[in-house]
Nanobody
Framework: QVQIVEAGGGSDQPGGSLILSCAAA????????MSWYRQTPGMERELVAR????????KYEDSVKGRFTISRDNAKNTVYLQMNSLKPEDTAVYYC?????????WGQGTQVTVSS
């Protein structure tokens, strides 16, 4: 059974830091590209960061470049999103995604709120 479980969301002030984690099970994690998306009410889900299956290549949405870092530990079937210098516009539900061009899986999301 495929499971993708996000953790680490919460609230922080502008300029703060949070780290999200996404634990996966039920599929060959090391064969999947892993991504973090985010969504705010009334808006489409947008890609925040992506990491290749081996963890070598990464891609970031322009507004998070230099502030967010995606990484993965294939031995632990986990992907992380380190979020620094948080801004109010980072407030969203963050979703973890696994994709191998044949199958695509989503977690249920974790809320991140940035507010003073």
């Amino acid at each position: 059974q495929v499971q993708i479980v996000e953790a680490g969301g919460g609230s922080d002030q502008p300029g703060g830091s949070l780290i999200l984690s996404c634990a996966a099970a039920g599929f060959t994690f090391s064969s999947y590209v892993m991504s973090w998306y985010r969504q705010t009410p009334g808006m489409e889900r947008e890609l925040v960061a992506r990491v290749s299956s081996a963890g070598i290549y990464t891609k970031y949405e322009d507004s998070v470049k230099g502030r967010f870092t995606i990484s993965r530990d294939n031995a632990k079937n986990t992907v992380y999103l380190q979020m620094n210098s948080l801004k109010p516009e980072d407030t969203a539900v963050y979703y973890c995604n696994a994709d191998n061009l044949y199958y695509n899986y989503w977690g249920q999301g974790t809320q991140v709120t940035v507010s003073s």
